[in-house]
């Protein structure tokens, strides 16, 4: 801001600078319908890929550090569960095992228990795969499978207290979600289960809002496990069961598949599981599709988060990643696990620029230029992959 | 949390605990439909007083900090200027005058001034009129004229900054609104047009993003100005104009109008206006509207703000005042200017019970017991009159 303030009357007399790069974009000509059961999205904010995988257009996000449901991504293992499941919110039922007093505690007895609110970024891990020259198979997401909420429920590790505390050499926190599994198959090989290590229950949330909502049937409503700093798929919808366990799930969900596998590799329990988020940014303006860029000042703007750990800063290149300028964290900062915005104001002559951003964490690792090869294409977070081409008249 | 934890199983074994106090409301039998300017919002989370008064219903703020805009309450002075005005934003322009190089700029122009988001307490100066025993004229709101929201835009002090910095001697922030007068009365008699102490430039901004997305008609969308700390009605919305002025404005909402009049008196320059809001706090659950409460641990929430001052703490009591109890503050703090959530867990037998709260500010100021009474209903930030009084079976 104090780089443009200086450029003072000299840089506004020039008259011909400005940019349409907030103008609100159109959904595209031909694009799929909302689904149903996320009818209420906003449709200029969203690219529908299928029923069960919304993203948010990049030059959607804004600037307000939250990102409000009805421009949030979407992304479902499994069809969501009937729309009924909201009818009567606090009779939803969860198990709980592996504690001294395992028992089914309903929604309405977890509300008694707590009140707490964190921001997360909430990220699929497949978010950037679209950058990946092998074209993995899956949702091709460029950046909008991720979004940063407030998420309002019980602290999970205050339910396990009461409950009497974990049984003895459990290793791992369990989610199950409550989605109607297709018949004739084995379970395992579609349930949505997931396992994280138990150090996560430090942090976790069962969520019953968000954004100030009850939790819409599209993420998860009436009831989400939330896992701050992890991957979105950790983040188990419909919760119906919460589990210390000592060993991880069997489902292929956690078996095989969301596995770090090698190109050509297959996916088993001894790869890395996508965990904890990697630290990670980008760019959401200026863009050129939003509208003819005019020479002059422009505020380049964009998120940085970095799973459990703060953003110590981030560097913002218009070269390409030439030459680098340390931009500025602007706005609350709504803590570890929520997303920072970043603003540098830079003057951008006639032609085309290469717009990138580097976000460095709290313990010291950067963004790398390069992404990580993996066959499913999970935790992109080259900063080259995500770059920003823009023309300017 | 630990009060709840303690009581460990034995609480839950009880068996009967739990509260409905979250189950969502249904619209009011016989309720107005939503105005045509604000038909997106959440019926069931609305009151309507008439096409120009919204208010949000108490039991429909939840815990997330951040009041979804889907269920702001709205207060326009005057009916909002057409929705074309909305169809090129970039375009909408604001004259600034009292600096040392007036000019009139875009919106677009300004967009490459700078970027910048706050959290702030939105809030009627009318907001707890509905609880003046005096029924003064206006909408007799009780709790629900108040959100709290994240703006985007870019700060004022930069765009006066850019146009050469104030002219000497200039004492006031005077904003106007750019709605669409009424024919064959005086203008002054019914412009918006509001004047702050120009130390509110600290913090002014001028924003074109709320929540996330482009602001809405509703809300003074493309541009409105944001006096972070200050009552509503100094917000000005659709803001055509910007003056750094000598003298407060001489129309009728700023001379005589929104001024702290005692009863019986009338409004003129000289009284108090509703510049700053005082120190504040309601409990939003549990209320017994929401559905039976049974008898048991429950957590008291609400929310605490204090105009431009940080909420040192709440204090709640379950016998009406007589005894208190330190409340604990949760969720993001998003600076000064936001509200902040507070939660104490209690048990409540069967019977009824008066619940308050009274916040404290950074300065050490508390609610008072009493309303200051004033002719218009303003600025009511009595303990007692926000009382919750909940029957547990």
């Not at 019980?154 to 018949?183: C, D, N, Q, S, W």
Request: one cysteine or more.
């Amino acid at each position: 801001m104090l780089a443009a303030s200086a450029a003072g009357l000299g840089a506004l007399g020039l008259g011909g600078l400005g940019t349409q790069a907030h103008a609100q974009s159109s959904a595209a000509a031909g694009a799929k319908p909302l689904p149903a059961v996320a009818a209420w999205k906003d449709p200029k904010a969203m690219i529908v890929h299928s029923s069960n995988t919304l993203e948010t257009r990049r030059a959607a996000f804004g600037t307000s550090v939250v990102t409000p449901t009805n421009r949030l991504f979407v992304r479902n293992n499994l069809p969501a569960p009937d729309a009924s499941i909201l009818e009567h919110r606090d009779a939803w039922t969860v198990a709980f095992e592996g504690v001294k007093g395992p028992r089914s505690l309903t929604l309405a007895d977890l509300k008694t228990l707590g009140v707490e609110t964190v921001a997360t970024v909430l990220q699929c891990s497949g978010n950037g795969r679209g950058f990946f020259p092998s074209k993995p198979s899956g949702t091709p997401w460029q950046v909008g499978a991720a979004g940063c909420v407030l998420w309002s429920g019980v602290p999970l590790r205050t339910v396990i207290h009461v409950l009497g505390g974990a049984e003895e050499g459990m290793a791992y926190l369990t989610g199950t979600g409550g989605e109607k599994l297709p018949e004739g198959v084995d379970p395992l090989t579609v349930m949505v289960e997931r396992s994280v290590p138990i150090k996560a229950l430090d942090d976790a949330l069962l969520a019953w809002e968000m954004n100030g909502e009850p939790l819409p049937l599209a993420h998860g409503g009436p009831l989400r496990l939330i896992v701050p700093g992890y991957q979105g798929v950790n983040n188990v919808k419909y919760v119906k069961r919460v589990a210390l366990t000592r060993e991880q799930s069997r489902a292929g969900i956690m078996a095989n598949r969301y596995r770090m596998v090698p190109p050509g590799g297959k996916g088993n329990p001894g790869l890395p599981s996508v965990w904890e988020m990697v630290v990670k940014s980008w760019i959401n303006g200026p863009l050129s599709e939003e509208g003819a860029l005019r020479a002059g000042w422009t505020q380049i703007h964009g998120v940085a988060f970095a799973g459990t750990r703060e953003v110590r800063g981030v560097e913002v290149s218009i070269d390409g990643g030439m030459s680098w300028h340390q931009a500025q964290l602007v706005g609350p900062n709504l803590g570890r696990f929520a997303w920072r915005q970043f603003v540098l104001p830079v003057q951008l002559s006639a032609g085309t620029h290469v717009l990138v951003s580097r976000a460095t964490d709290a313990a010291g690792n950067a963004q790398p230029r390069e992404r990580v090869e993996n066959n499913s294409g999970y935790n992109n977070n080259s900063w080259l992959d995500h770059a920003v081409t823009v023309t300017v008249a």
